[in-house]
Protein backbone atom coordinates (compact mmCIF):
# COMPACT_ATOMS: atom_id res chain seq x y z
CA UNK A 1 0.00 0.00 0.00
CA UNK A 2 1.16 3.51 -0.59
CA UNK A 3 1.67 5.50 2.38
CA UNK A 4 1.70 9.16 0.42
CA UNK A 5 -0.57 11.36 2.50
CA UNK A 6 -3.62 11.46 0.24
CA UNK A 7 -4.64 14.70 -1.82
CA UNK A 8 -7.45 16.22 -3.23
CA UNK A 9 -8.49 15.21 -6.85
CA UNK A 10 -8.04 18.50 -7.76
CA UNK A 11 -4.53 18.39 -6.73
CA UNK A 12 -3.62 14.90 -7.74
CA UNK A 13 -4.27 15.78 -11.09
CA UNK A 14 -2.65 18.95 -10.75
CA UNK A 15 0.89 17.45 -9.71
CA UNK A 16 0.40 14.75 -12.08
CA UNK A 17 0.07 17.13 -15.16
CA UNK A 18 2.62 19.63 -13.82
CA UNK A 19 5.05 16.67 -13.62
CA UNK A 20 4.49 15.24 -17.03
CA UNK A 21 4.03 18.37 -18.61
CA UNK A 22 7.98 18.46 -19.38
CA UNK A 23 8.23 14.75 -20.13
CA UNK A 24 5.69 13.84 -22.66
CA UNK A 25 4.50 16.40 -25.04
CA UNK A 26 2.54 16.65 -28.36
CA UNK A 27 5.23 17.98 -31.19
CA UNK A 28 4.94 21.65 -31.13
CA UNK A 29 3.65 21.29 -34.67
CA UNK A 30 0.70 19.37 -33.47
CA UNK A 31 -0.13 21.84 -31.00
CA UNK A 32 -0.01 24.70 -34.09
CA UNK A 33 -2.12 22.22 -35.91
CA UNK A 34 -4.94 22.55 -33.34
CA UNK A 35 -4.70 26.12 -32.54
CA UNK A 36 -4.86 26.75 -36.57
CA UNK A 37 -7.61 24.76 -37.41
CA UNK A 38 -9.56 26.06 -33.69
CA UNK A 39 -9.09 29.41 -35.69
CA UNK A 40 -12.10 30.40 -37.79
CA UNK A 41 -9.68 32.32 -39.42
CA UNK A 42 -7.52 30.07 -40.44
CA UNK A 43 -6.86 28.43 -44.53
CA UNK A 44 -6.47 25.52 -45.89
CA UNK A 45 -2.94 27.46 -46.83
CA UNK A 46 -2.37 28.14 -43.60
CA UNK A 47 -1.96 24.90 -42.39
CA UNK A 48 -0.24 23.57 -45.41
CA UNK A 49 2.40 26.23 -44.50
CA UNK A 50 2.78 24.61 -40.70
CA UNK A 51 2.81 20.70 -42.33
CA UNK A 52 5.26 21.64 -45.02
CA UNK A 53 7.80 22.55 -42.42
CA UNK A 54 7.47 18.86 -41.10
CA UNK A 55 8.64 16.11 -44.12
CA UNK A 56 8.27 13.57 -41.39
CA UNK A 57 4.50 14.40 -40.90
CA UNK A 58 3.92 15.18 -44.42
CA UNK A 59 4.94 11.61 -45.35
CA UNK A 60 2.50 10.18 -42.41
CA UNK A 61 -0.61 12.26 -43.28
CA UNK A 62 0.05 11.27 -47.31
CA UNK A 63 0.29 7.49 -45.94
CA UNK A 64 -3.05 7.71 -44.18
CA UNK A 65 -4.43 9.77 -47.11
CA UNK A 66 -3.86 7.13 -49.95
CA UNK A 67 -4.64 3.95 -46.97
CA UNK A 68 -7.56 1.96 -47.46
CA UNK A 69 -9.31 3.63 -44.61
CA UNK A 70 -10.39 6.75 -46.52
CA UNK A 71 -10.60 4.39 -50.36
CA UNK A 72 -9.92 7.35 -52.46
CA UNK A 73 -9.43 7.45 -55.88
CA UNK A 74 -5.24 7.28 -57.06
CA UNK A 75 -2.82 8.22 -55.40
CA UNK A 76 -2.59 11.60 -53.70
CA UNK A 77 0.97 12.60 -53.83
CA UNK A 78 0.45 16.43 -51.82
CA UNK A 79 -0.96 17.98 -48.59
CA UNK A 80 -2.77 20.76 -50.68
CA UNK A 81 -4.58 17.70 -52.50
CA UNK A 82 -5.15 16.05 -49.00
CA UNK A 83 -6.60 19.25 -47.53
CA UNK A 84 -8.92 19.98 -50.60
CA UNK A 85 -10.06 16.09 -50.50
CA UNK A 86 -10.57 15.77 -46.88
CA UNK A 87 -10.78 19.13 -45.35
CA UNK A 88 -9.04 20.74 -42.57
CA UNK A 89 -10.51 19.25 -39.55
CA UNK A 90 -9.82 15.46 -41.06
CA UNK A 91 -6.08 16.91 -41.88
CA UNK A 92 -5.65 18.13 -38.10
CA UNK A 93 -6.82 14.67 -36.65
CA UNK A 94 -4.74 12.79 -38.77
CA UNK A 95 -1.89 15.06 -37.82
CA UNK A 96 -2.68 14.18 -34.17
CA UNK A 97 -3.27 10.85 -34.36
CA UNK A 98 0.56 10.31 -36.26
CA UNK A 99 2.36 12.12 -33.37
CA UNK A 100 0.65 10.62 -30.55
CA UNK A 101 1.85 6.65 -30.72
CA UNK A 102 5.33 8.58 -29.70
CA UNK A 103 3.30 8.73 -26.32
CA UNK A 104 2.70 4.79 -26.29
CA UNK A 105 5.95 3.63 -26.13
CA UNK A 106 7.92 2.48 -23.49
CA UNK A 107 8.41 -1.41 -22.16
CA UNK A 108 6.15 -3.71 -20.11
CA UNK A 109 5.10 -2.09 -16.51
CA UNK A 110 3.92 -5.69 -15.53
CA UNK A 111 3.13 -8.88 -17.13
CA UNK A 112 -0.34 -7.62 -17.87
CA UNK A 113 0.33 -4.47 -19.31
CA UNK A 114 2.28 -2.15 -21.16
CA UNK A 115 2.15 1.32 -22.81
CA UNK A 116 2.24 -0.76 -26.29
CA UNK A 117 -0.94 -2.72 -25.12
CA UNK A 118 -2.91 0.69 -24.53
CA UNK A 119 -1.92 1.65 -27.80
CA UNK A 120 -3.19 -1.34 -29.67
CA UNK A 121 -6.08 -0.92 -27.63
CA UNK A 122 -6.39 2.77 -28.27
CA UNK A 123 -6.44 1.84 -32.35
CA UNK A 124 -9.50 -0.78 -31.81
CA UNK A 125 -11.57 1.65 -29.73
CA UNK A 126 -10.55 4.32 -32.13
CA UNK A 127 -11.57 1.69 -35.08
CA UNK A 128 -14.95 0.79 -33.41
CA UNK A 129 -15.76 4.30 -32.88
CA UNK A 130 -15.33 5.26 -36.56
CA UNK A 131 -17.43 1.78 -37.32
CA UNK A 132 -20.31 3.12 -34.86
CA UNK A 133 -19.90 6.80 -36.32
CA UNK A 134 -20.22 5.57 -39.80
CA UNK A 135 -23.31 3.44 -39.11
CA UNK A 136 -25.35 6.30 -37.32
CA UNK A 137 -24.24 9.08 -39.89
CA UNK A 138 -23.41 11.10 -37.60
CA UNK A 139 -20.56 12.76 -40.02
CA UNK A 140 -17.95 13.06 -37.48
CA UNK A 141 -16.44 10.28 -37.96
CA UNK A 142 -12.51 11.36 -38.48
CA UNK A 143 -13.39 12.96 -35.04
CA UNK A 144 -14.79 10.01 -33.58
CA UNK A 145 -11.68 8.23 -34.41
CA UNK A 146 -9.58 10.77 -33.13
CA UNK A 147 -11.47 10.63 -29.94
CA UNK A 148 -11.36 6.92 -30.01
CA UNK A 149 -7.40 6.72 -29.82
CA UNK A 150 -7.01 9.45 -27.60
CA UNK A 151 -9.57 8.10 -24.62
CA UNK A 152 -7.28 6.58 -22.61
CA UNK A 153 -4.23 9.56 -22.58
CA UNK A 154 -4.98 9.54 -18.62
CA UNK A 155 -3.36 6.03 -18.13
CA UNK A 156 -0.15 7.35 -19.76
CA UNK A 157 -0.44 10.40 -17.47
CA UNK A 158 -0.45 7.89 -14.61
CA UNK A 159 2.65 6.19 -16.18
CA UNK A 160 4.49 8.73 -16.85
CA UNK A 161 4.12 10.16 -13.41
CA UNK A 162 4.27 7.37 -10.99
CA UNK A 163 4.66 4.09 -12.77
CA UNK A 164 5.04 2.52 -9.06
CA UNK A 165 1.64 3.68 -8.20
CA UNK A 166 0.28 2.49 -11.70
CA UNK A 167 2.01 -1.27 -10.95
CA UNK A 168 0.03 -1.38 -7.60
CA UNK A 169 -2.89 -0.65 -9.09
CA UNK A 170 -2.87 -3.11 -11.64
CA UNK A 171 -1.26 -5.93 -9.14
CA UNK A 172 -4.63 -5.01 -6.84
CA UNK A 173 -6.75 -5.92 -10.06
CA UNK A 174 -6.20 -9.35 -9.44
CA UNK A 175 -6.31 -9.95 -12.94
CA UNK A 176 -7.62 -13.53 -14.06
CA UNK A 177 -5.86 -15.68 -17.04
CA UNK A 178 -8.58 -14.38 -19.39
CA UNK A 179 -7.26 -10.66 -19.23
CA UNK A 180 -10.59 -9.48 -16.91
CA UNK A 181 -9.60 -7.78 -13.94
CA UNK A 182 -11.17 -8.64 -10.70
CA UNK A 183 -11.68 -5.43 -9.29
CA UNK A 184 -12.53 -1.98 -10.52
CA UNK A 185 -9.40 -0.09 -11.46
CA UNK A 186 -11.35 3.67 -11.32
CA UNK A 187 -11.96 2.39 -7.47
CA UNK A 188 -8.37 1.12 -6.77
CA UNK A 189 -6.75 4.33 -9.15
CA UNK A 190 -8.82 6.82 -7.08
CA UNK A 191 -7.36 5.10 -3.55
CA UNK A 192 -4.02 4.92 -4.77
CA UNK A 193 -3.30 8.26 -7.02
CA UNK A 194 -6.16 10.53 -5.40
CA UNK A 195 -7.65 10.51 -9.05
CA UNK A 196 -8.47 8.45 -11.84
CA UNK A 197 -7.28 7.86 -15.71
CA UNK A 198 -10.53 9.87 -16.66
CA UNK A 199 -9.45 12.49 -13.98
CA UNK A 200 -5.88 12.69 -15.20
CA UNK A 201 -6.92 12.81 -19.30
CA UNK A 202 -9.20 15.60 -18.69
CA UNK A 203 -6.85 17.22 -17.10
CA UNK A 204 -3.73 16.58 -19.66
CA UNK A 205 -6.25 17.72 -22.28
CA UNK A 206 -7.41 21.18 -20.79
CA UNK A 207 -3.39 21.59 -20.63
CA UNK A 208 -2.89 21.08 -23.93
CA UNK A 209 -5.92 23.14 -25.12
CA UNK A 210 -7.60 20.19 -26.98
CA UNK A 211 -11.10 21.13 -28.39
CA UNK A 212 -13.90 20.20 -25.21
CA UNK A 213 -14.99 17.10 -27.05
CA UNK A 214 -12.05 15.20 -26.76
CA UNK A 215 -11.44 16.71 -23.10
CA UNK A 216 -15.00 15.25 -22.56
CA UNK A 217 -14.20 11.81 -23.64
CA UNK A 218 -11.15 11.43 -22.03
CA UNK A 219 -12.91 12.63 -18.95
CA UNK A 220 -16.57 10.62 -18.90
CA UNK A 221 -15.61 7.81 -20.99
CA UNK A 222 -16.31 5.78 -17.81
CA UNK A 223 -19.60 7.72 -16.97
CA UNK A 224 -21.25 9.58 -20.36
CA UNK A 225 -24.45 10.08 -18.31
CA UNK A 226 -22.85 12.85 -16.19
CA UNK A 227 -22.59 14.97 -19.28
CA UNK A 228 -25.60 17.06 -20.21
CA UNK A 229 -27.02 15.43 -23.49
CA UNK A 230 -25.94 18.17 -25.99
CA UNK A 231 -22.81 16.95 -25.13
CA UNK A 232 -22.92 13.32 -24.57
CA UNK A 233 -23.06 11.67 -28.14
CA UNK A 234 -19.32 10.94 -29.18
CA UNK A 235 -18.60 10.58 -25.47
CA UNK A 236 -21.15 7.59 -25.53
CA UNK A 237 -19.74 6.32 -28.76
CA UNK A 238 -16.36 6.15 -27.37
CA UNK A 239 -17.94 4.44 -24.25
CA UNK A 240 -19.48 1.66 -26.60
CA UNK A 241 -16.46 1.42 -28.79
CA UNK A 242 -13.75 0.83 -25.19
CA UNK A 243 -16.19 -2.51 -24.71
CA UNK A 244 -16.06 -3.85 -28.41
CA UNK A 245 -12.46 -3.21 -28.54
CA UNK A 246 -11.83 -5.24 -24.75
CA UNK A 247 -14.41 -8.32 -26.61
CA UNK A 248 -10.95 -8.79 -28.68
CA UNK A 249 -8.72 -11.32 -27.93
CA UNK A 250 -5.70 -9.90 -26.06
CA UNK A 251 -6.76 -6.38 -25.94
CA UNK A 252 -6.15 -4.04 -22.93
CA UNK A 253 -8.96 -4.19 -20.50
CA UNK A 254 -8.20 -3.83 -17.13
CA UNK A 255 -10.43 -0.90 -16.60
CA UNK A 256 -13.12 -2.95 -17.63
CA UNK A 257 -14.52 -5.64 -15.30
CA UNK A 258 -17.79 -6.23 -17.63
CA UNK A 259 -17.10 -5.73 -21.57
CA UNK A 260 -21.48 -5.80 -21.42
CA UNK A 261 -22.56 -2.70 -23.07
CA UNK A 262 -25.47 -1.26 -20.64
CA UNK A 263 -29.15 -0.78 -22.52
CA UNK A 264 -28.72 3.10 -21.69
CA UNK A 265 -25.82 3.46 -23.97
CA UNK A 266 -27.78 1.82 -26.85
CA UNK A 267 -30.76 3.85 -26.05
CA UNK A 268 -28.57 7.23 -26.30
CA UNK A 269 -27.23 6.25 -29.64
CA UNK A 270 -30.54 4.88 -30.76
CA UNK A 271 -28.65 1.31 -31.90
CA UNK A 272 -30.34 -1.45 -31.77
CA UNK A 273 -28.29 -4.98 -30.13
CA UNK A 274 -28.42 -6.64 -33.54
CA UNK A 275 -26.93 -3.37 -35.18
CA UNK A 276 -23.48 -3.57 -32.71
CA UNK A 277 -23.50 -7.58 -33.76
CA UNK A 278 -22.72 -6.03 -37.34
CA UNK A 279 -20.18 -3.50 -36.39
CA UNK A 280 -18.79 -6.65 -34.32
CA UNK A 281 -18.33 -8.17 -37.06
CA UNK A 282 -17.10 -5.54 -39.15
CA UNK A 283 -13.92 -4.54 -36.51
CA UNK A 284 -11.47 -7.08 -37.02
CA UNK A 285 -11.00 -6.12 -40.73
CA UNK A 286 -11.43 -2.61 -40.59
CA UNK A 287 -9.03 -2.90 -37.58
CA UNK A 288 -6.31 -4.77 -40.06
CA UNK A 289 -6.41 -1.60 -42.22
CA UNK A 290 -6.38 1.00 -39.16
CA UNK A 291 -3.31 -1.00 -37.49
CA UNK A 292 -1.37 -0.56 -40.82
CA UNK A 293 -2.03 2.79 -41.54
CA UNK A 294 -0.79 4.19 -38.11
CA UNK A 295 2.45 1.87 -38.10
Not at 172 to 201: C, S
Request: charge should be negative; include cysteine; hydrophobic fraction near 45%.
Amino acid sequence: MSNVQPLTKEQAVAAAVREISHIATLPEITLKIIQLVESPTSTAQDLHKVIANDPALCSRILKVVNSAFYGLPGQIGSINRAIVLLGLNAVKNIAIAASLAKLFRGGSLTPNFSAKDLWTHSIATATASKLIADHIKLGLTDECFLAGLIHDLGVIVEIQYDRHRLIEVIGRLNVNDDGVPQADMLEIENEVFGANHQDFGFGLCEKWKFPRTFVNVCGFHHRPFELPEESRTIVSIIAVADRLAGELPGNFRLDQMSTEIPSDLLDDLKLTREQIDSIRSKLPEHLDQVSAMLA
